[in-house]
């Protein structure tokens, strides 16, 4: 009996997450960021009680004239280990042979998840991608059955894209844009967008925004939204009273505004597709 969709997307969740917790704690703050800080000034610093420095205050010519330049080479060799290990490549490699099995089962991932219109978290299409690029080199798959990378119109980014871009009216006719972020600050992919009131006095009627964004086929082009009285509420944030653009973008670039008022402010951003979990 071959998976379900709703098996499938846990799976998948379930990789991301234990990408995800390794990205947590590792790569990005906190777990091991201290220790690599501490091994790197404990081994390479130059202080008395540092493995480099107790070298250099031998005071023996003959001994520091033997072991100053090994340990020089063990020093820079350490901190390159620790900054190529507390990545994501290397620990995507982990993830290889159940990727390329989990490919194969399904016929080619990315066909799959297109067929039956899903979409995975970004840290899973990421680590998928790696394996594709390599998968012949590293021998899981021949010249002739390279597995397909997951295309971007099928991932999301693995964390809200907030703000993507937000803008005060100035004008009926005129605004000031402040560029925010775009969805490969958050693994790339694409997600809906939506925009929000974010000063504390709900909408007035009748301004026109067109936003230019980009596409999962990074082509520019451009949606409009047209506020009512009272629409969008006051105080808005990307999680509360924001509304659907009804597009997919991996980044918000521009706007311009038709019958706006001045003071009015907004911001335009991403919300989470789905958390993934274990």
């Known amino acids: 009996m071959a998976l ?3 098996q499938v997307t846990a799976f998948a969740d379930s990789v991301a997450q234990a990408i995800s917790d390794y990205n947590t704690n590792f790569v990005i703050a906190g777990g091991t960021t201290g220790a690599v800080t501490t091994i790197n000034a404990g081994f ?9 420095g107790r070298v250099l205050n031998w005071l023996d010519n003959v001994s520091e004239k033997t072991m100053l330049p090994v340990t ?8 390159g280990f620790l900054g190529s290990e507390i990545a994501l490549n290397p620990y995507y490699l982990q993830f290889f042979p159940v990727l390329d099995a ?5 016929g080619g991932l990315n066909a799959y998840l297109t067929t039956n219109t899903l979409v995975v978290n970004a840290l899973f299409a990421n680590a998928f991608n790696y394996y594709q690029s390599l998968a012949v080199s590293m021998g899981f798959r021949s010249s002739s059955t390279v597995p397909t990378a997951i295309a971007t119109q099928n991932f999301f980014p693995f964390a809200i894209v907030d703000p993507m871009l937000t803008f005060n009216v100035t004008g009926a006719a005129t605004l000031t844009p402040t560029a925010g972020s775009a969805t490969s600050t958050k693994g790339g992919g694409v997600a809906t967008i939506f925009i929000y009131k974010s000063n504390a006095v709900n ?12 596409t999962a086929a990074g082509t520019s082009t451009t949606v409009q939204y047209t506020t009512t009285s009272g629409v969008p509420l006051a105080s808005g944030t990307i999680s509360t009273n924001s509304i659907s653009l009804g597009v997919q973008a991996q980044a918000v670039t521009a706007v311009t505004v038709t019958g706006g008022t ?7 951003g991403a919300k989470l597709v789905r958390a993934s979990a274990y």
């Open 203 to 214: 909408a007035v009627g009748g301004a026109t925004f067109t936003i230019t964004y980009t």
């Open 44 to 52: 390479g610093g130059t202080g008395v009680s540092n493995t480099l």
């Open 4 to 6: 379900s969709t709703a």
């Open 262 to 268: 001045t003071g009015e402010n907004y911001g335009i």
């Open 102 to 106: 989990f490919d194969s089962l399904l």
């Open 72 to 79: 020089n080479t063990s020093v820079a060799n350490v901190a």
